[in-house]
C-alpha cells in the first residue's frame, strides 16, 4: 500500500505565494511521474504541473512562470512553489504519484488534497 500526504495550502492575498509539499510513504520500488492536479469549485480536475523522476518538468500555460514543481527522488517528494498567485488559482490541489510497487507493476496513487484560497 502507498499513501500520498499534502501539505502546505491555505489562504493568501493575490500577489503572495505558497508551498505544497507531498511526500509518499508505503511499499515503493520506484516512482515515475508526481506532480499535482487543482480542481475548483463546478470545474474539472486539471493538471497543474508534473516532473519525470529524470527532472523534466511540465506546467500548464495558466502557471508558467508563476509556479515551479520539484522532487527529491531520495526522500520520495514533490513540491509545487506557487507565486504571484491570483483569486483564479484558488482551488483543491491534488498530489498524485505513478509509483511501481513492483518492477513491472505500477499504479496511480493519489493525496487528500489541501485547499488554496486566494484572495482578491
Known amino acids: 500500500q502507498v499513501q500520498l500526504v499534502e501539505s502546505g495550502g491555505g489562504l493568501v492575498q493575490a500577489g503572495g505565494s505558497l508551498r505544497l509539499s507531498c511526500v509518499a510513504s508505503?511499499?515503493?520500488?520506484?516512482?515515475?511521474?508526481m506532480g499535482w492536479y487543482r480542481q475548483a469549485p463546478g470545474k474539472q480536475r486539471e493538471l497543474v504541473a508534473f516532473?519525470?523522476?529524470?527532472?523534466?518538468?511540465k506546467y500548464a500555460d495558466s502557471v508558467k512562470g508563476r509556479f515551479t514543481i520539484s522532487r527529491d527522488n531520495a526522500k520520495n517528494t514533490v513540491d509545487l512553489q506557487m507565486n504571484s498567485l491570483e483569486p483564479e488559482d484558488t482551488a483543491v490541489y491534488y498530489c498524485?504519484?505513478?509509483?511501481?510497487?513492483?518492477?513491472?507493476?505500477?499504479?496511480?496513487?493519489w493525496g487528500q488534497g489541501t485547499q488554496v484560497t486566494v484572495s482578491s
Open positions: 498524485y504519484a505513478d509509483v511501481a510497487t513492483m518492477p513491472t507493476r505500477s499504479w496511480v496513487y
Open positions: 508505503g511499499s515503493i520500488f520506484s516512482i515515475n511521474n
Open positions: 516532473i519525470i523522476s529524470g527532472g523534466s518538468e
